[in-house]
């Protein structure tokens, strides 16, 4: 009798956005992957191929909307379709440590982290929005509306390809969160890849 055997790959991805000085987390949770994204990704990376790799983490303003009650109404994560992007970029950082275009590679980086036995990988993304920037940013994070341009409440992995601007890897929707001069904001994006096996 002959066996076949099944295989798959699962990827799931988790953000953590909290201030490294107070040590305050804002945001805790999990995210949506852009699978058809994510496997041309991972194609590429497998092949050598020097494109689609992750690149950038972006930041939006455009995944919640706040009524006058203070009542939050989240949109869909944005997972499917060639074109996907954030509902509303406003901010983006290079987070490759391998990049040129990195201006601070010991603080905007890439881990990929393995227990040798284990049928995962962790690729672990960090980002640090210093008190500096984004430019333009209000002065203490008190700001009463919702919509200015720095007040987050999406987030994606961007991948690097000279012929498409933007391929969006992952997609989270969470509450806002202010990035403003008196906070320091950090983002650690944990990647899952891992391997499903069976007969």
Not at 75 to 87: E, K, M, Q, R
Request: charged residues 15%.
């Amino acid at each position: 009798m002959q066996s076949k055997e099944h295989t798959g790959i699962h990827i799931e991805g988790h953000i953590k956005i909290w201030d490294p000085e107070s040590s305050e987390v804002f945001v805790n949770k999990r995210n949506a992957i852009h699978y058809e994204n994510m496997s041309i990704a991972l194609a590429n990376g497998v092949v050598n191929n020097g494109q689609q790799f992750i690149y950038k983490m972006a930041f939006g303003n455009g995944g919640t909307s706040v009524d006058p009650t203070g009542i939050i109404t989240y949109l869909t994560p944005n997972s499917t379709g060639s074109n996907a992007s954030l509902y509303n970029l406003t901010y983006s950082k290079v987070v490759n440590n391998r990049s040129y275009d990195n201006n601070d590679p010991t603080r905007n980086y890439i881990q990929v982290l393995h227990t040798p036995g284990n049928n995962y990988t962790d690729i672990v993304i960090t980002c640090l929005l210093d008190y500096g920037e984004p430019t333009n940013q209000s002065a203490y994070d008190t700001t009463p509306n919702g919509e200015q341009e720095y007040v987050f409440d999406e987030l994606g992995l961007i991948s690097y390809d000279p012929t498409i601007s933007n391929m969006l890897l992952t997609h989270v929707i969470f509450h806002p969160v202010q990035k403003s001069l008196n906070r320091l904001v950090q983002v650690d994006y944990t990647v899952r890849i891992q391997t499903l096996t069976g007969v």
